[in-house]
């Protein structure tokens, strides 16, 4: 299955003539796609920042943008509106103060996939609801624009109420600067299950391999300097990661020694993958898609704001601290204070 990918060329920026546009939220993401917005040429007096009164307020004041403080005022005015708060507050603040107050065929555009597909936000049937999310952290988006270059980004229509939808999602993909390298149609479905996955899957496999590695080695009289900059300090997993972007997955095999290439490839195909694939299939569909993770985690939300042991991630941060390779880094880091 091969994606379409859109270009600067299949974006028709007239269907944005004298529309309105929002940004809820001047962060990471909002901050870098409203100023690249306006310096495509959308007017300043067409943008407004619905921001609360913060640092990001005022870091949109200082750069010339009309901030309105008060939500429900920017959206009567709204003919597209970007939801770019955090994804765990945007539901009770879009549903209570953006959604009512939304003309009936607004186009709300989402950068990330999980409120949609778990449908936590309340749409009306005549609205358009597409995904503009890019693959990169906010800054780079900004900088990538600035040198005139592109970033990697998702494009999606989710609900096309006015029957334009993807020409707006298009349009909007252009302005931010996601089409200049090419824009890859997606869907919050898939954004979403490859999100989740990687979370919930492959990285907690991959923090399971070196935990116990880094155990077999100490074991076998490895010292934990040697380990910590074996296994990751030295930077080396960072720059295979680099490689494999730039030359390939398996290409980037090449820079290393023949030992190295002939013990990675052999080994790697002489794991039986059968246990993992399974496992795999039981986070992707019995965890992440049927909803299960998205319905727990906001169980546990409000408690991510609490101090202390109250807020489970701190319990998950000191049991995860407490593992042979978690001491033993800690060991190391102070040790080698002055190195690091
Ligand atoms: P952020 O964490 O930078 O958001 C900060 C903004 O949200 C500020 O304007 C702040 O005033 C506002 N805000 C925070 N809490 C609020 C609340 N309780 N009520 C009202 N406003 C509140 O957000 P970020 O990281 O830019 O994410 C925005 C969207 O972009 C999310 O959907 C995220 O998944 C997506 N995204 C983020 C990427 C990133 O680089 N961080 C990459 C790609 C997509």
């Not at 091969?2 to 990471?28: C, H, P, Q, R």
């Not at 917005?37 to 750069?63: C, F, H, Q, T, W």
């Not at 993807?166 to 997606?186: F, W």
Request: aromatic fraction near 8%.
């Amino acid at each position: 299955m091969s994606a379409k990918i859109y270009y600067d060329s299949d974006a028709n920026l007239d269907v944005l003539g004298g529309k309105t546009i929002v940004f809820l939220g001047f962060g990471n993401q909002g901050a870098a796609q409203a100023q690249n917005l306006r310096d495509s040429g959308i007017p300043n007096d067409k943008i407004i920042v619905a921001n609360r009164p913060d640092s990001y307020a005022e870091d949109a004041k200082s750069k010339g943008f009309n901030v309105e403080h008060n939500f429900a005022n920017a959206a009567k005015q709204a003919d597209v509106v970007f939801l770019l708060i955090p994804d765990q507050v945007q539901p009770r603040v879009f549903n209570t103060e953006i959604a009512p107050n939304l003309k009936d065929d607004a186009a709300i555009v989402v950068a990330s996939g999980y409120n949609v597909f778990f449908k936590l936000l309340n749409f009306k049937p005549s609205q358009d609801v597409v995904m503009v999310a890019p693959r990169m952290i906010g800054s780079s988006v900004r900088s990538l624009f600035v040198k005139g270059k592109g970033f990697p980004c998702f494009v999606s229509t989710e609900q096309d109420g006015t029957g334009k939808a993807l020409e707006i999602a298009l349009a909007l993909s252009r302005v931010i600067g996601a089409t200049k390298a090419g824009a890859i149609a997606s869907s919050a479905r898939e954004e979403t299950a490859m999100d989740l996955f990687a979370e919930q899957a492959l990285w907690p496999n991959i923090i399971m391999l070196f935990r116990e590695a880094f155990s077999v080695l100490k074991e076998a009289g490895c010292s934990d300097e040697a380990l910590c900059y074996e296994m990751w300090m030295s930077k080396e997993p960072a720059e295979i990661f680099e490689r494999a972007a730039e030359d390939g997955f398996i290409q980037q095999l090449k820079h290393h020694s023949t030992v190295s290439q002939y013990g990675q490839l052999n080994g790697a195909l002489a794991l039986d993958g059968t246990a993992a694939r399974e496992h795999f299939k039981n986070i992707l569909y019995n965890q992440v898609l049927n909803g299960k993770f998205q319905k727990e985690f906001s169980k546990i939300e409000d408690d991510l704001e609490k101090e202390g042991d109250e807020n489970p991630l701190n319990i998950l941060y000191k049991k995860s601290e407490a593992s042979e390779l978690g001491q033993a880094e800690k060991r190391v880091r102070a040790r080698l204070a002055g190195l690091l």
